[in-house]
């Protein structure tokens, strides 16, 4: 069992819709990551939150949309997906910036 | 522009079989190495951190060694369990981003 919750475990939606993925960690951590993965590649990082505030966007497209209610909660917010968004969305929470990052088990998604 | 890269992209052991994963890393400043494990449709799960040359961590039948250009992940009779990708990143000093090597899938036959 991971430390870092992600909800849900797999997604899949339509082009128009509009979604929501959640992640929860109890572990104290201030600083929090989302993380696009595809198959056989290593997770390529979206967006870094530290202390509530976003402090990264790696030039992610706007139908991307994070959001950072309190220092245990991160969710990314979905809209007008493309069929090259079906990948595996990583969450993870660090201490700080030379502390390892836990990492969830991430939500499946599958834009048809 | 910092770089990680690991070797081999694969690796096929017979259980019971020692082997070593490398992960060379160019990076302007080290702030510090981590090894991650992941299993298919899992996240990575944290293994270790190695923060300066010379520096050596154990767990189980795995122990990661750090120089000022690599890291060696050191595998001791390996067990079918032990089959994932490895995955090696390095923090640089400026900055919060991790840059990623594209892994080493390990296979452990029984």
């Known amino acids: 069992d991971t430390e870092v919750t992600q909800t849900p475990k797999h997604l899949v939606m339509g082009m128009t819709n509009k979604k929501s993925l959640k992640c929860e960690q109890h572990?104290?951590?201030?600083?929090m990551y989302w993380y696009k993965q595809k198959a056989k590649k290593p997770p390529e990082l979206m967006f870094v939150?530290?202390?509530?505030?976003?402090?990264i966007n790696e030039s992610v497209p706007s139908r991307f949309s994070p959001e950072c209610p309190n220092s245990s909660l991160l969710n990314l917010h979905l809209h007008a997906l493309q069929p090259e968004d079906s990948a595996l969305y990583l969450c993870?929470?660090?201490?700080?910036?030379?502390?390892?990052?836990?990492f969830g088990d991430g939500t499946r998604l599958s834009i048809l | 522009e910092d770089q990680v890269t690991q070797s081999p992209e694969a690796l096929r052991l017979q259980e019971g079989e020692s082997s070593s994963l490398n992960c060379s890393y160019t990076?302007?400043?080290?702030?510090?190495l981590f090894w991650y494990r992941q299993d298919p449709g899992k996240g990575p799960e944290f293994l270790f951190t190695?923060?300066?040359a010379g520096e050596e961590k154990e767990k189980e039948r795995l122990k990661a060694t750090l120089t000022k250009k690599e890291s060696f992940l050191h595998i001791t009779a390996p067990k079918p369990e032990d089959s994932a990708t490895y995955l090696c990143?390095?923090?640089?000093?400026?900055?919060?981003?991790?840059?990623f090597g594209e892994g080493t899938q390990l296979t452990v036959n029984p």
């Open positions: 993870a929470s660090s201490r700080g910036r030379d502390q390892p990052q836990h």
């Open positions: 572990m104290g951590h201030r600083a």
């Open positions: 939150y530290s202390y509530e505030k976003l402090s």
């Open positions: 990076v302007s400043g080290l702030r510090g």
């Open positions: 190695l923060y300066s």
């Open positions: 990143a390095v923090a640089p000093t400026s900055g919060s981003r991790l840059t």
